[in-house]
């Protein structure tokens, strides 16, 4: 910019062969290096006219300072504003997609925005609900709740309880009833005693009836005196067979009680053997459903805290997405401030043109067209600085934001 | 089946040796080997070698101790293989008796 003022001013009044060669061209290149700043797709066509221009410029100025024919310095200034208008409407019809396009970017990035924040407002509340059904569940298997919730835990014990009533029951039958065997034992034993006693007695009846037998023999040979010792000698007999007979008949009911004994006995044995292998497995399987349920409560615990521990670990996934989303704001901030920018240099752009015409109406030539462009340049270089400490302020505030960082829903 | 009978230590303890099926049909031989002798301070019961036991041999068994507090001596279960050592503990017979495994006093609270 400099150069361009230094230019100008050492251009010789009347033929603005300066102007040319470095003013104008310099203009150009300001607006096309502003156009190819904020709109990157602009800077091909922007350095283009930025050449034609100095070409011109070069040609123009060479023109002046060979004072050519006034007819061929009009015709340069006229093919020069034809030029420049023709990059005006150029650069205005990018400015517009320009615009366009920073408007949908704009729009865009604002609605899928606004669709993000309801997913995740969605999925705070799933997580939420989900947190809050895991609590529940530990709740209810904390310590053995649900064991006694749904009574298994009294049935169980109950269960056990039946069972060791049986088990005393059957141990304290069994020990009776041994006893009870050992008795009858001690009954038959005495039985046998009995039956010696009554081969004992079978003995005597037997020498009795032997001894009767000879008493009858010897009143027999005493003759008539003898008589009367030989009728007791027979009762004696009689006595000795009938003593015999009840001796059988004792020896026979002992015998049958000694059989009742037995068969008493055998019962009694019987009942004292219970095999307790059947208990012993019921119980073993009660204790490994105890087990196994007190695992399987375990189990379903440590889920319910891992579920929970997933749904906080997604929460604080869900809030750091949710304060990243903040970047809209900044993304609004740094679009507008692009479009002040487009439409500042459109402004400028126009301002040129305006300058153009209007010397090209009052037809100015020579010293009071440069005053005219410098005067122009100036107010747009004044304009250009305002833009640009607005744009400073505005990023500054949007850097601010960023840092900041609160979680807030939008 | 069968019990066989020994007394260690001067007489002052009595060894049951059971062999094979602890039953019913031990309940003569059984009784037979502690009766009768005097100045016992423990019966010992060796188990090693039973491989069952029904209830009635838990009847002998107490019958036994009733018999042995009598003369004020106590009784041991020794050398207890695993299944008949189940069957004891769920009559709870480890609170009644002194239960050995090898030798090794085995104390259980179930």
């Not at chain 1, 221009?53 to 340069?76: K, N, T």
């Not at chain 1, 900044?330 to 209007?358: A, K, P």
Request: net charge negative.
């Amino acid at each position: 910019m400099t150069d361009a003022k230094a230019g100008s001013d050492t251009a010789r009044p009347g033929t603005g062969g300066g102007l040319w060669r470095y003013g104008v061209p310099g203009v150009v290149t300001a607006a096309a290096a502003g156009g190819a700043f904020v709109w990157p797709v602009a800077a091909v066509p922007a350095v283009l006219v930025t050449a034609v221009a100095w070409l011109l410029g070069a040609r123009l100025a060479d023109g002046g300072q060979a004072e050519a024919e006034g007819e061929s310095l009009e015709e340069l200034e006229r093919e020069l504003r034809g030029l420049l208008h023709d990059i005006d409407d150029s650069l205005q019809a990018e400015f517009r997609t320009v615009l366009d396009d920073l408007g949908q970017i704009r729009g865009l990035v604002s609605d899928a925005v606004g669709q993000l924040n309801d997913s995740f407002h969605g999925m705070q509340a799933g997580t939420r609900e989900q947190e809050e059904l895991a609590n529940n569940v530990i709740t209810q298997t904390g310590g053995d709740s649900n064991l006694d919730q749904f009574g298994i835990r009294s049935f169980v014990q109950e269960t056990e309880g039946i069972l060791n009533n049986y088990v005393d029951l059957v141990v304290s039958m069994s020990r009776n009833s041994v006893e009870t065997v050992h008795a009858m034992d001690d009954i038959a034993t005495q039985m046998d005693g009995i039956s010696q006693l009554l081969v004992n007695m079978k003995g005597i009846a037997e020498q009795t009836d032997l001894l009767a037998l000879n008493a009858s023999i010897e009143a027999a040979r005493a003759g008539d005196s003898g008589r009367g010792f030989s009728v007791v000698a027979e009762e004696v007999r009689n006595l000795s067979v009938q003593a015999g007979e009840f001796n059988e008949k004792i020896g026979g009911e002992v015998g049958r009680v000694r059989t009742s004994v037995d068969k008493a006995r055998k019962a009694v044995g019987d009942m004292a053997s219970q095999d307790l292998n059947e208990t012993l497995q019921a119980k073993d399987h009660i204790t490994d459903m105890m087990t196994r349920l007190r695992q399987l409560d375990d189990e379903v615990e440590q889920a319910a805290g891992r579920i929970q521990q997933v749904a906080e670990s997604i929460d604080g996934h869900v809030g750091a997405a949710v304060r990243s989303l903040q970047f809209e704001d900044i993304v609004t901030q740094l679009v507008d401030s692009s479009r002040s920018g487009v439409e500042g240099l459109d402004r400028y752009l126009s301002g040129l043109g305006h300058v153009l015409s209007e010397t090209a109406d009052q037809a100015e030539h020579g010293a009071d067209y440069v005053a005219r462009l410098a005067e122009a340049r100036r107010r747009l270089a004044e304009q250009r600085d305002a833009r640009e400490s607005r744009r400073a302020e505005a990023r500054h505030v949007a850097q601010r934001n960023m840092d900041e960082g609160d979680v807030e829903l939008f | 089946m069968s019990v066989k009978d020994y007394t260690a230590r001067n007489g002052k303890e009595l060894v049951l040796e059971i062999k094979g099926q602890f039953d019913f049909s031990l309940h003569k031989p059984f009784r037979q080997a502690y009766r009768g002798h005097s100045g016992v301070e423990v019966y010992r019961v060796d188990l090693a070698q039973a491989e069952y036991m029904d209830s009635s041999a838990l009847g002998m068994l107490l019958l036994l101790r009733e018999h042995a507090s009598g003369q004020g001596a106590k009784v041991v279960l020794c050398n207890c293989q695993e299944e008949v050592e189940k069957i004891l503990r769920i009559a709870n017979f480890q609170k009644l008796f002194q239960i050995e495994r090898n030798g090794v006093e085995a104390r259980g609270d179930s």
